[in-house]
């Protein structure tokens, strides 16, 4: 535990100006990011005493051993700063709102030549309209069901797209009238488009102005008798009206807003957000998190803000945020907010009226979620704390091993052999500590040599960023003194390797001959999942029903899922392998352009410098460069179909996506089979 004041400015060194502060531990990793009107006030509130400081407020501060800062123009960048540094650093005594899950939208792929609607989930792209976030998938799914007769907008992956497209065949939907079907050509690409756009429309909420069109189409039909047509105009009517009923009018007025509430206790706060568009609730979400810092309801919201909004640009940001309290100052978030949206946003607390009672319901959402959340946790709480335990009992440790690494390595039939490094802490994988390794000391298949190479790489990194040396030659991460990679500063409590004695036996002579002497090592062997200490003859058995022993096997099968996904991309990655990749300056845009003009690299070999000018976008002298390193390149082995025996002469088309070892699909000659061997 450090003493605040072994490390406090002296005075006057802070300036009186706006700022970002950063706490920093004795392993240099930011433990809190703060900004601040006036640094120097801000500080000094930090170092006071002791005694009168927030508990959590004194547990961080004596958790840190420095702190320093940077001082910026104004407030609004103040703020733009310390969300950057919170996203970057993760630092665990900062308010991070996390989902519980990842919350699914409604998208149209307006980038594409032919617009697809579909659900997605996680990061927003580019050229895509975005309509939720929904609650459930299924929710979404009911209404695109009832838009598509209306709006029979292409729903299909692009493989079934292209097999309709081939085959001249389209898919069920387009039989059923759910599907315009622009892949057999029954629509032109500007009228399926124009579909997509109407369907967006809709989404956005402009559905009265194309309600009373079909309408006034079903009128003229009947007027001219034309029955049958006026019938499928009624029935379009009736299912836009249900669709439109799953989102009820909560707003007049056609008003865009989001509305957020917070609920909270002395540990944690739960947050609800309700997207309101065009008067209707069009999404939902929540977030729970820890009140690791001495933080307000105002603060609070100001960190959701962030959460929200940070990538957020244009219409994602509405005109109007309703919220419980207000940041304190509100201006510059209220500028932010503007300078996000490219124009005025309001931010205020609802006083009265539809709006105050709409955010009485997402206050009750918040509270719910709170209580659920707190109920679901006391038990994983109570789960994780007890495997720990039995952990600790079982392989004599001093205390729980609150961080564990596990170690595996994967490879086929000693080919691409990678390792992978996974992390639990507290009992929960902390995925952005996960490093995966190759191995580049030896070739060939050796699971304990290969076990010695990654534990002695491993720590030797760790040896160096604890002394702040910098000598070890591969050391490229302790370059940064700012601390931003620092991916092997922390040491874990235990080491599981998956594996028997041998391996275990070579993780400890790795942490021997660097010294090392205070981190436990165990190995988890699959068979009969006995846990291996180091010189010890005989395993440790744990209960079946062990909660030690799950916990164990998760960490095991996560290292293991996690090199075997490097191997697979590693092994992928050779097969995809062009004599193109090595032609300098090509990028993947001009390959791609060579290979669809010439159909393949065997084609492109023999063309002339004449021919490969004739290709968008590649001039004489890059033409040259190609042939050059076409004719240096020793021609591709030619693939063989495993199923038949033929030879397949012309699969060098060197394009990404080829695949080896499917049935049935040629193999390149000397390529280990897939089907023959077994990934470990």
């Not at 275990?504 to 010294?515: H, P, R, S, T, W």
């Not at 991309?569 to 193109?580: Q, T």
């Amino acid at each position: 535990m450090a003493d605040p004041s072994s490390y406090r400015p002296r005075p006057g060194e802070i300036p009186d100006s706006p700022g970002v502060y950063k706490f920093r531990d004795e392993h240099r990793r930011v433990i809190y990011v703060g900004k601040a009107k006036s640094l120097r006030q801000r500080l000094a509130n930090y170092f006071q005493d002791l005694a009168g400081l927030h508990p959590r407020t004194r547990t961080m501060v004596t958790t840190a051993a420095s702190v320093e800062w940077t001082v910026v123009s104004t407030e609004v960048e103040a703020l733009q700063l310390e969300y950057s540094w919170i996203k970057e650093y993760d630092p665990r005594f900062n308010v991070k709102y996390r989902d519980d899950k990842s919350y699914p939208y409604l998208a149209v792929t307006m980038n594409e030549e032919y617009p697809r609607v579909q659900v997605m989930r996680g990061h927003k792209k580019k050229g895509v309209r975005y309509f939720g976030p929904y609650g459930h998938a299924w929710a979404i799914r009911d209404t695109v069901d009832l838009l598509l007769r209306v709006f029979p907008v292409r729903t299909c992956s692009a493989g079934v797209f292209k097999n309709a497209t081939r085959t001249g065949r389209p898919c069920l939907l387009g039989y059923i009238g759910k599907c315009s079907a622009p892949c057999v050509g029954r629509v032109s690409e500007e009228e399926h488009r124009e579909l997509a756009e109407e369907f967006s429309d809709f989404m956005a909420g402009r559905t009265g102005t194309y309600i009373r069109r079909l309408e006034q189409r079903m009128t003229e039909a009947a007027e001219e008798m034309e029955y049958e047509r006026a019938a499928r105009l009624r029935d379009d009517i009736e299912a836009l009206r249900k669709a439109m009923e799953k989102s009820a009018v909560v707003l007049a007025d056609a008003t865009d807003a989001d509305l957020i509430a917070v609920a909270e206790d002395e540990l944690e706060a739960a947050v609800q957000i309700f997207h309101v568009r065009g008067g209707r609730v069009r999404g939902q979400r929540g977030w729970v998190t820890d009140k690791v810092e001495d933080v307000t309801t105002a603060a609070l919201v100001e960190h959701a803000l962030q959460q929200l909004y940070g990538e957020e640009t244009g219409d994602s940001v509405p005109k109007e945020v309703l919220v419980p309290a207000l940041p304190d100052p509100v201006e510059p978030v209220q500028q932010w907010l503007t300078d996000r949206r490219g124009s005025n946003v309001s931010l205020r607390i609802p006083q009265r009226g539809d709006k105050k009672s709409l955010m009485e319901t997402v206050a009750r959402n918040a509270q719910q979620s709170l209580i659920l959340h707190k109920t679901k946790r006391a038990s994983d709480l109570t789960t994780r704390s007890r495997a720990l335990e039995e952990i600790s009992e079982a392989l004599d440790l001093d205390s729980a091993p609150l961080r564990i690494e596990c170690y595996d390595i994967s490879h086929l039939q000693g080919d691409d052999v990678v390792a992978s490094m996974v992390v639990f802490e507290d009992g929960l994988s902390r995925k952005s500590e996960y490093r995966r390794f190759q191995i580049k000391g030896f070739e060939g298949q050796d699971d304990v040599r290969s076990m010695h190479e990654v534990i002695t790489r491993r720590f030797r990194r760790y040896l160096a960023e604890k002394e702040k040396t910098g000598e070890w030659a591969d050391g490229d991460e302790l370059k940064d003194e700012e601390g931003r990679p620092k991916r092997f500063a922390y040491p874990p409590q235990l080491v599981v390797v998956d594996g028997g004695q041998p391996q275990v036996a070579a993780a400890k002579k790795a942490l021997d001959e660097l010294g090392i002497d205070d981190i436990a090592v165990c190995g988890l062997a699959k068979r009969l999942e006995e846990v291996w200490l180091p010189d010890e003859d005989d395993p440790v058995v744990l209960p079946r029903t062990s909660e030690g022993l799950y916990l164990l096997q998760r960490v095991r099968d996560e290292a293991h899922r996690f090199a075997i996904t490097y191997q697979r991309a590693k092994r992928a990655k050779r097969f995809r392998a062009s004599p193109l990749d090595d032609v300098p300056g090509l990028g993947e845009t001009r390959k791609q352009a060579l290979i669809k003009h010439f159909g393949s690299v065997k084609k492109l070999r023999s063309a002339t410098i004449d021919q490969i000018c004739e290709v968008p976008g590649i001039g004489r002298k890059t033409a040259e460069t190609i042939a050059v390193a076409l004719a240096q390149a020793a021609p591709a082995a030619p693939a063989v179909n495993t199923a038949t025996g033929e030879i397949m002469d012309d699969m060098e088309d060197g394009t990404p996506g080829t695949t080896a070892g499917a049935p049935g699909e040629p193999v390149p000659a000397g390529a280990p089979d897939e089907r023959r061997g077994q990934e470990t």
